[in-house]
């Protein structure tokens, strides 16, 4: 009988290295991947100039081609933001509920697991190498309350834990696996070599925008200025892109960096106010908040005009857009750098 065990595929060279060190054996396996909306991949890499370089694909999705397995994507953003929002075990060193965030996705794998009549889990977890969930003492925390108990085997560092229901049983031969530990990247990139994976995601790159500072600062911002923790999917998307600027509690401005940014803030004009410079080339801004009152507009134009080639002229003009898409001209002067405070600058 062949046993079969669903791995969780996050895009990283752990969990493809633990997935074949199961696979090897000759255990069938499945990829499950979990969309939270919080990923880095697939949308600051490929709307800045900065990242253009960069490798465009879903490493999830690459993990799965090199394995040769099936990949389930699910989404769960809805079912997440309570991990987000009320954090169980705390958050890391920004907004990053790491631990609470494991559990759920294994309780998540378990419910898949006992639906689709697989066997176990496979992580990529490595003792000590994240300071939040991945120490020893928050092993078995991870397997009690995500209800896979045993059923969770972490073939990088099996063989400083206890021995899991597949390793009791002889589905899989403990001595194969590994007793990786400690924040060093050295060991999986030494298997990597091992199992001739030459090209995947960077080693000691994290894939969640929660565990950004500047990122984190911005969700703060949002819930602090709304007066509720909370998000929608929108939400997440526009944290990621642009200057976010806060003049006021009533309204914040979100300004384009470059070309790639204004497309892309261009497919929420019908959701925001907007501000365009007109006289000279600049940047699309987004305007959160309330209607703006004839003194905020001239300020969120002024601020806007800053970051335009109009920067140093006397007069800009810059065309303003309510939601419903009724524009007017304004002319106002760009405020000097000087002028735009310190504490408006939300990052």
């Not at 987000?84 to 890391?92: A, D, E, P």
């Not at 009690?144 to 049983?169: I, K, M, W």
């Not at 600027?245 to 914040?252: E, L, V």
Request: glycine share 8%; hydrophobic share 40%; charged share 25%.
């Amino acid at each position: 009988m062949t046993r079969k065990a669903v791995a969780l595929i996050s895009g990283g060279l752990d969990s493809l290295l633990a997935a074949r060190l199961v696979q090897q054996q000759g255990i069938q396996v499945e990829g499950i991947n979990f969309y939270t909306g919080f990923c880095v991949e697939g949308h600051t890499h490929a709307i800045r100039n900065r990242d253009r370089g960069r490798v465009k694909r879903n490493n999830a999705l690459w993990v799965a081609e090199q394995l040769g397995i099936k990949l389930h994507i699910i989404d769960i953003v809805e079912e997440y933001k309570d991990v987000v929002i009320n954090s169980k075990h705390g958050y890391g060193a920004n907004l990053n509920p790491c631990l609470d965030c494991k559990i759920f996705m294994v309780r998540k794998a378990h419910e898949w697991l006992r639906a689709n009549d697989f066997d176990f889990i496979i992580t990529g977890e490595v003792i000590g190498q994240r300071p939040k969930s991945q120490r020893k003492r928050c092993m078995p925390v991870i397997a009690q309350e995500s209800g896979a108990e045993d059923l969770l085997l972490r073939p990088l560092c099996a063989q400083n834990l206890a021995p899991t229901l597949p390793e009791r049983e002889g589905w899989i031969e403990r001595a194969q696996l590994r007793d990786f530990s400690g924040r060093s990247r050295k060991p999986q990139m030494a298997l990597a070599g091992e199992f001739g994976f030459e090209d995947y995601a960077q080693p000691a790159g994290g894939c969640c925008f929660l565990t950004d500072q500047t990122y984190s600062v911005k969700l703060q911002d949002l819930w602090d200025n709304r007066g509720r923790r909370g998000y929608e999917l929108d939400d997440i998307m526009l944290l990621k892109v642009g200057r976010h600027i806060r003049p006021s509690r009533d309204f914040k401005l979100i300004i384009a960096r470059e070309e790639g940014e204004t497309n892309f803030l261009s497919g929420y004009r019908h959701q925001f106010q907007t501000i365009k410079t007109v006289s000279h080339a600049g940047p699309l801004a987004l305007v959160e908040g309330e209607p703006l009152d004839a003194e905020q507009l001239e300020l969120a134009c002024a601020i806007t005009a800053r970051f335009s080639k109009g920067r140093d002229a006397d007069s800009v003009e810059l065309r303003f857009s309510d939601r419903e898409q009724d524009s007017r001209s304004i002319h106002v002067k760009p405020l000097a750098a000087d002028q735009i405070e310190a504490d408006w600058i939300v990052a």
